[in-house]
């Protein structure tokens, strides 16, 4: 697998997260960020560092993805980390 193919996986993967769990969000968090694990477990917070932090204690590095609520360009360039 290239590294092409990897960030494309890793997209695809980030959107059908966020289109399943965060997408709800919208109405009462829009702005904030959220990290989605795999398992579909949610962490908001308004600060996206403070939010990396926790999401890689929380579900490990690697096993999450992250967007800002109702932002559709952040999912682009955002990725699981």
Not at 27 to 47: N, P
Request: glycine share 8%; hydrophobic share 40%; charged share 35%.
């Amino acid at each position: 697998m290239t590294n092409q193919d990897w960030m494309e996986r890793k997209l695809e993967e980030q959107r059908r997260l966020y289109e399943r769990y965060g997408k709800a969000l919208e109405r009462d968090h829009t702005g904030e960020f959220v990290a989605i694990s795999l398992d579909g477990d949610i962490l908001l917070d308004r600060k996206m560092g403070k939010l990396l932090r926790r999401a890689t204690d929380t579900f490990g590095r690697d096993n999450f993805a992250m967007a800002r609520v109702g932002y559709e360009a952040m999912t682009e360039w955002m990725s699981a980390v």
